[in-house]
C-alpha cells in the first residue's frame, strides 16, 4: 500500500499538424456534391463583362465551363479534379501543381525530425533512466506543477525551442506503484500541456539520453500499457 507519493511533472510537448489532412471518401464526395449543388443553382456568369471577345482569357474560361459542364454530368469527377485536368492538357499556360505531401523525413522514418507526418499532430518523448516517456522531473522545494515543468524542459531539451505552456492545470495523471515491495513510496506523475512553435530539441545527454518526435499511434510501442493508457485520452487523434 502506498502511504506516501513522490511528485513529479512532465511535459506533453506538441507540435501542431503544419498542412490539413486528407479528406475521407465521405468527406470528398460531400464537397464534390455541395460544389456541384452550388453550381447548377447560381447565376450566370457575366463573361462579356469580365473578358474581351476573343481574348485568350475568354478563351480559357470558356473551357474551364466546358470542363466543368462535363464534370456536372459524372458524379464521380468533381469541379476541381475538372478543372486542373483540363489546365495539364494545355499547352498554354503554367498549370496547377501539387506538391508532395510526404517528406524526405518520412520517407526515411527520421523520428527525431520536425518536417514529418506534417498532417498529424507530434508529441516530443526522451529517454530518461534507459525508458521512453514524456520529459518528466521530481518537484523542488516551493515549486509549483508548471514552474517544474518549464524548468525542466528547458535543463533537459535545450533552449532553442520557442514553448508556450496553455495553461497552469495538469491535464492528466499517472499513478505509478513501488518497484519494489519494501519501498512505502509511489510516484504521481502530474502532466502540462504546452506547444511548441519553433526550434529543435538538444538534449544535454545528462538527464536525456535521446529523444523522439512521434505521433500519437507511434507512443504506444514506446510507452508502457500502463503509462499509455493513462495519457491516451489527453492525446489528438490527429
Given at each position: 500500500m502506498i502511504k506516501n507519493s513522490r511528485i513529479a511533472a512532465s511535459v506533453i510537448l506538441t507540435r501542431a499538424p503544419q498542412i490539413t489532412r486528407d479528406a475521407t471518401p465521405f468527406e470528398q464526395a460531400y464537397f464534390d456534391y455541395k460544389e456541384k449543388n452550388e453550381r447548377?443553382?447560381?447565376?450566370?456568369?457575366?463573361?462579356?463583362?469580365?473578358?474581351?471577345?476573343g481574348s485568350v482569357a475568354e478563351r480559357r474560361w470558356k473551357e474551364d465551363v466546358q470542363a466543368r459542364d462535363a464534370a456536372m454530368k459524372d458524379a464521380s469527377v468533381s469541379l476541381t479534379?475538372?478543372?486542373?485536368?483540363?489546365?495539364?492538357?494545355?499547352?498554354?499556360?503554367?498549370?496547377?501543381?501539387?506538391?508532395?505531401?510526404?517528406?524526405q523525413s518520412d520517407k526515411e522514418n527520421d523520428i527525431k525530425k520536425l518536417d514529418r507526418a506534417l498532417q498529424r499532430n507530434l508529441y516530443l518523448?526522451?529517454?530518461?533512466?534507459?525508458?521512453?516517456?514524456?520529459?518528466?522531473?521530481?518537484?523542488?522545494?516551493?515549486?509549483?506543477?508548471?514552474?517544474?515543468?518549464?524548468?525542466?524542459?528547458?535543463?533537459?531539451?535545450?533552449?532553442?525551442?520557442?514553448?508556450?505552456?496553455?495553461?497552469?492545470?495538469?491535464?492528466?495523471?499517472?499513478k505509478q506503484s513501488p518497484s519494489?515491495?519494501?519501498d512505502t513510496e509511489g510516484l504521481k506523475i502530474f502532466f502540462m500541456k504546452a506547444r511548441m512553435y519553433a526550434g529543435q530539441a538538444k538534449p544535454n545527454n545528462k538527464d536525456v539520453s535521446d529523444f523522439a518526435w512521434l505521433t500519437k499511434d507511434e507512443l504506444a510501442s514506446y510507452f508502457s500499457p500502463e503509462y499509455y493508457k493513462a495519457v491516451k485520452d489527453s492525446l489528438s487523434d490527429l
Open positions: 447548377s443553382s447560381s447565376a450566370v456568369f457575366p463573361q462579356d463583362f469580365y473578358f474581351k471577345k479534379d475538372a478543372v486542373q485536368q483540363r489546365q495539364e492538357n494545355t499547352t498554354t499556360g503554367t498549370p496547377i501543381q501539387i506538391l508532395d505531401r510526404t517528406t518523448i526522451v529517454k530518461q533512466h534507459n525508458q521512453w516517456q514524456f520529459p518528466q522531473t521530481d518537484l523542488q522545494a516551493n515549486e509549483y506543477l508548471h514552474e517544474a515543468a518549464e524548468r525542466h524542459l528547458q535543463e533537459s531539451c535545450g533552449k532553442d525551442m520557442d514553448v508556450w505552456f496553455v495553461g497552469r492545470q495538469p491535464i492528466t495523471y499517472f519494489r515491495k519494501e
